[in-house]
């Protein structure tokens, strides 16, 4: 069975809409915590799920080896549990002993982070970062969108320093073709739109994989046409 890229999720304003656990305390408790509500505890069992949130992980699941990545206040003890506690109420089983609780997400290797924020090591995620919330992926319509897209979850292996070319395959090589003719016909559909320089770039990313996987297959007569 093909390995499926690693997609990690935020909680707090991307699967959690955090205003409405606010919009849930008293006057008086706003008040004590003012400029730090995070720190309300049970805060984190009082919220809603953001719209849409719980219909594109259970599709996201199905292409991605899906984990939450995601923060908890550190004077807020009952954060930690409230967190893991919302996530199965809501998901039930899917991020089964798959969530992590950290101030440093950049330690973490995989392919996606959906975030609203660069904060606590996210803006130095190695894979990439998908910030929710923002003029591309205003909601989750559109980030299911770009995530469904071929060329993302079929896309050749991120870490090109991990590759060990004694281990190319022919099947590897096919399959980078297969991406990068995607692709090229992405590319084609969305010319008058704002992210076709984006799009572009991945292309020229994935042609130069694809190029020293051929040429490392010495594979000399058809690399030549993948040098974009």
Known sequence: ME???KLFFDMDGV????QSGIDRLSDEVKKEYEGRLDEVPGIFSLMDPMPGAVEAVKVLRKYYDVYILSTAPW???SAWSDKVAWVTRHFGKIFH????LTHCKHLCKGDFLIDDRRKNGA?????ELIRFGTKRYPNWEKVVEYLLSPCNYLRPIIFVEDLNFDE??????????????????IL?????????EELADQILSLSQLTN?????????????????
């Not at 699967?15 to 955090?18: A, E, I, K, P, S």
């Not at 980078?176 to 995607?182: G, W």
């Not at 020293?212 to 974009?228: F, H, S």
Request: aromatic residues 12%; without cysteine; glycine residues 4%.
């Open 97 to 100: 002993k798959h969530v992590i």
């Open 75 to 77: 004077k807020n003890l």
């Open 168 to 185: 190319i395959t022919e099947t590897m090589v096919e399959k980078t073709i297969t991406a990068l003719d995607s692709y090229a016909k």
């Open 3 to 5: 390995k499926k890229k």
């Open 15 to 18: 699967l959690v809409d955090f």
């Open 212 to 228: 020293r996987w051929l040429r490392a297959k010495k594979v000399e007569d058809e690399y030549q046409y993948y040098d974009i």
């Open 188 to 196: 084609n559909e969305r010319l008058e739109e704002n992210y076709t």
């Open 123 to 127: 803006g130095k995620f190695k894979g």
